[in-house]
């Protein structure tokens, strides 16, 4: 059974303040990965993806991946009181016809 | 506006009973997906189909059923013989299961089913 693993939280940082969300992988074969937020009661949104080792930023958002580790993050600089939600890392399976999804963490940011 | 939509937001049943969830969406995207959220859980994979009369089971099949005879629309019978029913029910679709750099899903916003 290929897994995604995340560490449930919650994790709670003040505003302003960088959150770090972290994300392993069971599957060597997969190729994508995914950030998605999840608002209480609401269906996932799409944050960023990324496929290639490294940092890709968009916006306030960094992911960084590391395929030798199985290992993929997502920081969010400037933390709002808004970015409070549950956040879920997926990998695309080896067939690449599924998104395997983590059981999510849960951030909050205090003002 | 493109999306898609999921019927209805909240579903009660009785248990025993089937019960049929409804997807649709006009992104003109091939495949679509089906996935279960209980509570503190994430999303497991309940069915996918690539293409039109196609689809495969995902990890959680067994008490459910699908169909997906147009592109637009691939909805979901929980059976009787689902063991534990009551969840959130999200479905997704992504451009093409084929194309894993340009796959990322969208989700309807749920149908909430509670079964007692």
């Known amino acids: 059974q290929k897994e995604v693993e995340q560490n449930s939280g919650p994790l709670s940082v003040p505003e302003g303040a960088i959150a770090s969300l972290n994300c392993t992988y069971s599957?060597?074969?997969?190729?994508?990965f995914f950030w998605y937020r999840q608002y209480s009661g609401k269906s996932p949104e799409l944050i960023m993806f990324i496929y290639s080792n490294g940092d890709k930023e968009d916006g306030r958002f960094t992911a960084q991946l590391n395929k030798a580790s199985q290992y993929v993050s997502l920081l969010i600089r400037d933390s709002q009181p808004s970015d409070s939600a549950t956040y879920l890392c997926a990998a695309l399976n080896q067939a690449g016809t599924a998104l395997i999804f983590g059981k999510g963490t849960t951030l909050s940011v205090s003002s | 506006d493109g999306g898609i939509t999921q019927s209805p937001k909240y579903l009660f049943r009785k248990e025993g009973q089937n019960v049929t969830l409804s997807c649709e969406q006009n992104l003109n995207h091939d495949a679509m997906y089906w996935y279960r959220q209980d509570p503190g859980q994430g999303l497991r994979l309940i069915y996918y189909?690539?293409?039109?009369?196609?689809?495969q089971k995902g990890d959680i099949a067994e008490g459910y059923s699908v169909s997906r005879e147009k592109k637009e629309s691939f909805p979901l019978t929980v059976t009787s013989a689902q063991k534990n029913p009551t969840a959130f029910y999200l479905c997704?679709?992504?451009?093409?299961?084929?194309?894993?750099?340009?796959?990322?899903?969208?989700f309807g916003n749920g149908t909430r089913l509670t079964v007692t």
């Open positions: 997704a679709s992504s451009i093409s299961a084929r194309e894993p750099y340009n796959s990322p899903l969208h």
């Open positions: 189909s690539q293409i039109v009369n196609d689809f």
């Open positions: 599957d060597r074969g997969s190729q994508s």
